[in-house]
């Protein structure tokens, strides 16, 4: 039987605002354990929480970015559960009135076609602690640094019905929060957690089959695989005619499997009901309207006008916008020097490959975009071969100065002087009489191939530094006699 | 001035400390002592703050000889054991929180301390304020003054035996659904709800988050005016205090009633209400309308679905609210766990008391899948019904009077086993917070030597009037001015 994939996808967006959602503690990864949590967060008897303005303003924002509904009067909840790290006993979290409400999310998918998906709503809660569980000897020990941490939670319809369009989707959602400012997006140290609930049903059949969610996957690769190896343990069950346990499972990444979670979420009656502790958050058009005012260019706006301004390819454009960085950095070398299909060609070849060796993001690139741009120049003036290039390159990735600081350092000009080039030519045809014989005996065919001999020689007698395209002009010439 | 000090007002007091005819120390000497003399009878007070009263009465008396005194400074109070006091263990009167210090003071008690007060200690309370009768208390009851073999009412029962007793002339209340208002008729003394909103909720440990609010507790109108004004205000620590102006609410004490509308709920004198109390609340608003003000029938019918209403949404509130005290980070916890829910499980059996895990009981349910629209939607509902049904009556009268509690304070052990007939003792005061009005009881009669209350139900914000009509009645009564007897004056 042929088995269709459903998918929705859940995440739990950290962000990145100074301080907590409901105190004044800082808002930061990595701390010493429960240095960041105050009196609030540590859920000590008679404290109250008090809303963070911005976890609201950012929440707008992303709302604005996917042009959902926003919500002009959104309520908190409490959401109740007994867990160590979560110090009050409930989870403040917005259940019946969400901030955020039904939008369409365009995803560009690697063949240049955008594929819409559905957000249901997105939410503002705050985080919970972490338990610790290698710390202590048979113990668990809890750092509440991240206890009141905003999230934006995401939630969206069972659109998706592969691993690439589900990855495309939380690419593309990386991309959005970190071009808004709202969030660093980094999965791996959790400001992006994603859950994937993932049924299969016979193709042409309407109705969902049971499914299963998986929890807590940490990064995009992860994504792929977990889907992979959920979509083969539920085919296998189905085709042998067994049911799917709804149930909550993780996904281990050394072993490649998913295991089922020691679920507390089956049973689970979570009691929403309205915080008493905060006032509905309510927000006229005219903020909306201010905040929209504030937003940025963001990525599909971005990726159309690379194509119709610098005339890139669909893929390219793509590939550039991926992170406002790469996409800033494009800009400012494009319009130092004039060459953007150039800039994109080494953005997307050399330089992302020297990223890539490095393990460093382009915020990080050694080579800046006027350093970039030198290059460039030199390269459409003939200054430069590509392969020169390449050299004046990696010197520039290894801070020996500007591309011109390199060539006059290394004396790599290339020479595109007639004259010069002519008594290189000149001194190599009359030493290789015989292959001059042969050449000029020669059909067409072959005479390609013998050419070749001589542009080595020149090249190797300039080293390198002939201008490859004038040697060949001027040889033909030459050699025609 | 020839009444002994613990039986002054705070404003005869303060008068007396800016004359410097006493000091702060030897007033605060006074009171300690007597505490310490006469508590044993009354357990109203669980920790009693000798050194440190004593230190805040000499920077008290520090101002006064500089001149740079307030009308409260060096005036000796009580704080409810509800408040949370910087470095003095603040229990709840309950197991949970025996061992409990917490870093930090309720903006309440930071506010009345810039005011220049001096801390006794803190009162006994029904364990996390719930009950009317002060006998859910780890620290076991308090009795009432007026009758040792009685209950203050409550849940606030420690607060007002302690000023009727004369420990101290002021003392904090919190009250959730009559909790300052109920104990302060019973015990015979002053009782103030504000209007929700008006004084902050942070620092004060939680019952019912959106029912909850603290005031004064003391042995006249004026000095409730007095303390409100050190009290009141909006915090930005509390979302849900209110940004309204706060006026001088000793200068509303002036001013007659002359053609003031009084209403009348007749929901308020049905068979539930003792006919003698019903007498004495009759012949006390026949002072009211001796000094002008106009008596008007009202309508509150949903006077009793308010008790209906109000146990389902304080129960589902405080069901939350108490879910932190979990043996994790601080209070009780149970000794050798055998694994988390062992640790949950006899860390809040063994911590709570039964009318707490009662109303945890109740309001885990209310708030369940399945009953969540049938008990805690329509418990809001019903909630906006009664809200309007005050609006409404407002319409037509300028404030509301009737009983504060549907009799005298009753024999400890009477009402124990029965609790929907302890419930039925705010039968007149919940609704008021239900609906976040202002509410008073004032000292208005006796029954067989025993006190009751008038209460006085106002507008949103408006505890200006309910504090001109009750100091006119003070003025004309002496009935606030009565003290228990609790044996030989000191």
């Not at chain 1, 499997?257 to 309205?274: Q, W």
């Not at chain 2, 703050?49 to 740079?68: I, P």
């Not at chain 2, 860390?347 to 895990?357: A, I, L, N, P, T």
């Amino acid at each position: 039987m042929n088995w269709e994939v459903v998918m929705g996808l859940e995440v739990h967006l950290q962000l990145a605002t100074r301080s907590k959602i409901f105190s004044g503690a800082a808002n930061h990864f990595g701390a010493e354990p429960n240095v960041q949590a105050c009196a609030i967060d540590l859920g000590m008897p008679g404290m109250l929480p008090v809303l963070n303005e911005q976890a609201v303003r950012f929440a707008v924002m992303f709302g604005l970015g996917i042009g959902a509904e926003i919500g002009k009067r959104s309520v908190f909840d409490r959401k109740n559960y007994f867990y160590p790290d979560l110090p009050k006993g409930y989870q403040v979290s917005q259940f019946f009135e969400p901030i955020v409400g039904a939008g369409v999310f365009d995803i560009p998918m690697p063949d240049g076609s955008l594929f819409p998906v559905r957000i249901t709503r997105a939410h503002l809660e705050e985080d919970a602690g972490k338990s610790v569980h290698d710390a202590f000897a048979g113990q668990t020990g809890i750092d509440l640094n991240r206890a009141g941490t905003p999230l934006l939670e995401i939630v969206t319809e069972p659109d998706f019905r592969t691993a690439e369009q589900a990855v495309a989707y939380l690419k593309a959602l990386h991309s959005l929060v970190t071009y808004l400012g709202i969030s660093d997006g980094n999965m791996a140290e959790g400001s992006m957690r994603c859950d994937i609930n993932i049924s299969l049903r016979p193709e042409g059949q309407d109705t969902f089959g049971t499914r299963t969610e998986i929890k807590n996957v940490n990064s995009f690769r992860f994504v792929e695989r977990a889907i992979a190896v959920e979509v083969e343990r539920q085919r296998d069950i189905l085709e042998d005619g067994g049911h799917i346990v709804q149930e909550t499972r993780l996904f281990d990444a050394e072993n490649n499997e998913t295991r089922s979670m020691r679920s507390k979420e089956v049973a689970n009656d979570y009691r929403y009901f309205p915080e008493p502790d905060l006032l509905p958050v309510i927000i006229d058009d005219e903020t909306i309207e201010q905040i929209r005012q504030t937003l940025p260019e963001l990525p599909n706006d971005k990726r159309n006008r690379l194509i119709h301004d610098y005339g890139l390819g669909d893929y390219d454009a793509a590939l550039l916008v991926d992170s406002r960085a790469l996409a800033d950095y494009f800009e400012a070398a494009a319009a130092l020097c004039g060459e953007p299909k150039l800039v994109a060609n080494w953005m997307l070849g050399d330089l992302s490959a020297a990223l890539n060796r490095a393990d460093i993001g382009i915020e990080q690139c050694p080579v800046t975009p006027v350093a970039l741009a030198g290059l460039i120049q030199r390269i459409s003036d003939n200054t430069l071969s590509s392969k020169l290039a390449k050299q004046v390159f990696e010197g520039i990735w290894q801070g020996q100065g500007s591309a011109d600081d390199i060539i006059e350092q290394r004396g790599l000009k290339q020479v595109s002087d007639t004259g010069a080039l002519e008594g290189m030519i000149d001194e190599v045809i009359a030493k290789n009489p015989d292959q001059v014989a042969q050449y000029r005996a020669a059909d067409d065919n072959k005479r390609k191939k013998l050419s070749g001999f001589f542009v080595g020689q020149i090249m190797k007698a300039s080293k390198g530094q002939a201008n490859p395209q004038m040697v060949n002009e001027l040889l033909l010439k030459k050699l025609a006699g | 001035m020839t009444s002994e000090l613990h039986e002054r007002s705070a404003l005869e007091l303060s008068r007396a400390l800016q004359e410097r005819e006493i000091s702060s120390v030897e007033l605060t000497t006074a009171l300690l002592q007597r505490i310490r003399a006469r508590d044993d009878a009354l357990n109203s007070v669980i920790t009693v703050t000798e050194e440190q009263a004593l230190k805040e009465a000499q920077a008290a008396d520090a101002l006064l000889a500089r001149g740079e005194a307030g009308p409260l400074t060096g005036v000796p109070l009580l704080h409810k054991d509800i408040f949370c006091t910087q470095g003095v263990r603040t229990s709840c009167a309950s197991r949970m929180l025996d061992n409990f210090i917490p870093p930090y003071d309720a903006t309440v008690v930071s506010k009345l301390r810039a005011a220049g007060t001096v801390s006794l200690g803190k009162t006994n309370m029904d364990e996390f304020a719930m009950g009317s009768s002060n006998e859910t208390s780890y620290y076991g009851p308090c009795h009432n003054p007026w009758d040792l073999d009685r209950v203050p009412g409550g849940s606030s029962g420690g607060s007002a035996a302690a000023v009727a007793a004369g420990f101290a002339p002021l003392a904090t209340g919190t009250d959730t659904g009559g909790s300052i208002r109920q104990p302060a008729a019973l015990c015979g003394i002053t009782g103030l709800k504000p209007t929700y909103g008006r004084v902050s909720r942070l620092g004060i440990i939680a019952f019912a988050s959106s029912l909850d609010q603290a005031g004064p507790m003391t042995r006249s109108v004026a000095d409730a005016a007095l303390m409100l004004n050190a009290m009141c205000g909006v915090d930005a620590g509390d979302s849900t205090s209110a940004d309204v102006p706060t006026p001088n609410f000793l200068d509303a004490l002036s001013g007659d009633i002359q053609g003031l509308r009084i209403g009348i709920p007749k929901q308020y004198f049905s068979a539930d209400l003792n006919p003698r109390v019903a007498t004495q609340i009759h012949q006390a608003l026949g002072e009211l309308t001796a000094r002008g003000a106009l008596l008007v029938d009202i309508d509150l019918p949903h006077t009793h679905q308010g008790i209906a209403t109000y146990y389902v949404i304080a129960p589902a509130e405080a069901s939350a609210n108490l879910s932190r005290f979990d043996g994790v980070r601080f209070g009780y916890r149970c000794d050798n766990p055998q694994d988390l829910t062992d640790l949950y499980q006899r860390s809040r059996s063994e911590g709570f008391g039964e009318e707490v895990q009662r109303r945890i009981l109740v309001g885990t349910y209310a708030l369940s899948a399945g009953f969540y629209d049938a008990y805690f939607k329509k418990a809001q509902q019903v909630r906006r019904i009664i809200s309007n049904d005050f609006k409404q009556a407002f319409e037509s009268c300028d404030v509301i009077a009737g009983p504060a509690a549907p009799g005298v304070a009753f024999k400890i052990g009477d009402k124990t086993s029965d609790p929907l007939a302890m419930y039925m003792e705010d039968v007149y005061t919940l609704s008021v917070n239900l609906a976040g009005l202002p509410g008073m009881s004032i000292p208005a009669g006796q029954v067989d030597g025993l006190p009751i209350g008038l209460q006085l139900i106002g507008r949103p914000f408006d505890e200006a009037t309910l504090l001109r009509v009750g100091h006119l009645f003070q003025e004309s009564t002496d009935w606030h001015l009565q003290r228990p007897a609790l044996g030989a004056s000191q």
